[in-house]
């Protein structure tokens, strides 16, 4: 019966898809599947998405962009590393400005803040949260509703400027060949599993995609990803993101969570600033820098210039140098700023 819970809502995910398809929405088989999963959560419909749902979507998504990184693709990313360290500098400082407006206006300690603000993996702050006894909880609300807000925002915002490129690369070239592409796949399901198994971060996507990537690198080219395929995944994600949203999900905490939200647009907003400024220094459209600074989900905004065609290299690698940096940092810069503002600081082991 548990089963039956998990097909059924699936098809309604699936024909969220559909419906978004015949709607024209920008990235229908990520939005339609999150929007009509949202509603039917929200209204109480009893339906449910397992959490290997996700995880399949991720790896899809992952094994997907590492197709990209061609020889050629990877002296491109490596020529522009200062932009890369500046849309990491750019992470920090809006996660700290973030921290600061929720923790005057949304009544949370300054840790619980922190760790909810952080432009990082929803998972891995959550452990770091809880690492450092903030309230997990609703940083793990603030996390979803991040990601669903910019993965909602950025794609309809993009569609109104109009903002599809041409980048399909080398990849295009590259015949699907079913076989190979099961070999790929369990190849990066190995991936997933040695990332998890050293409990590195967002094991679902990096170990896919640097398995992908190192195989592509060396032009060991298996299969493009067969549409469908690509598709599932939009689909499984969508449907993940959906299943965040119930009645009770903006009731416990309105305040706090309205003042996340605000927050987050403030984000976006500021995203699009640093992108603008940052066009007038770097040879890089500002629709792949926006992607790039945008404080979504790696995986949803990797997506997204997928589908739109607007840089997936580029954007990959400006997501994956944030998640390591900020990954690499938030825990030591919080604790550097409870041990010096702090009176009652105390070590935590």
């Not at 959490?51 to 990313?77: C, H």
Request: contains cysteine; aromatic residues 14%; positive net charge.
């Amino acid at each position: 019966m548990v089963y039956f819970k998990y097909f059924y809502s699936f098809c309604f995910a699936l024909f969220g898809a559909f419906i978004a398809q015949k709607l024209h929405l920008p990235i229908p088989w990520l939005l339609g599947p999150l929007f009509i999963t949202a509603l039917l959560k929200i209204n109480n419909v009893p339906i449910e998405c397992h959490k290997s749902a996700r995880q399949i979507g991720l790896l899809i998504i992952g094994l997907s962009l590492g197709l990209y990184f061609t020889p050629d693709m990877i002296r491109i990313v490596l020529s522009h590393w200062m932009v890369l360290l500046c849309g990491l500098a750019f992470a920090l400082i809006l996660g700290a400005l973030t921290a600061c407006i929720i923790y005057k206006w949304g009544d949370v300690d300054f840790k619980t803040a922190w760790f909810a603000s952080a432009v990082g993996g929803a998972n891995e702050m959550a452990n770091l949260a809880e690492h450092y006894r903030a309230r997990v909880d609703k940083v793990a609300s603030a996390h979803a509703l991040r990601v669903v807000l910019v993965v909602v925002i950025i794609p309809f915002f993009y569609e109104f400027m109009s903002w599809q490129g041409t980048d399909l690369t080398e990849i295009a070239s590259i015949p699907v060949h079913w076989g190979n592409f099961a070999l790929l796949f369990i190849l990066c399901l190995i991936g997933c599993f040695i990332f998890k198994k050293f409990k590195l971060p967002n094991p679902w996507t990096f170990g896919p995609l640097l398995v992908a990537m190192l195989l592509t690198a060396n032009s060991i080219q298996l299969s493009s990803i067969p549409p469908s395929i690509l598709h599932l995944g939009q689909v499984l994600l969508g449907w993940s993101l959906g299943n965040k949203f119930s009645q009770s999900f903006f009731k416990t905490a309105p305040k706090y969570m309205s003042v996340v939200a605000c927050a987050n647009i403030l984000s976006i907003a500021l995203a699009f600033l640093f992108s603008y400024i940052l066009i007038f220094f770097v040879d890089l459209p500002l629709p792949t820098i926006l992607l790039g600074l945008a404080p979504g989900g790696v995986a949803e905004m990797t997506l997204t210039a997928k589908v739109l065609h607007l840089g997936v290299p580029m954007v990959t690698a400006f997501h994956v140098v944030r998640m390591i940096g900020v990954m690499s940092t938030v825990g030591p810069l919080y604790f550097y700023i409870d041990k010096k503002f702090n009176p009652d600081h105390k070590k935590i082991d």
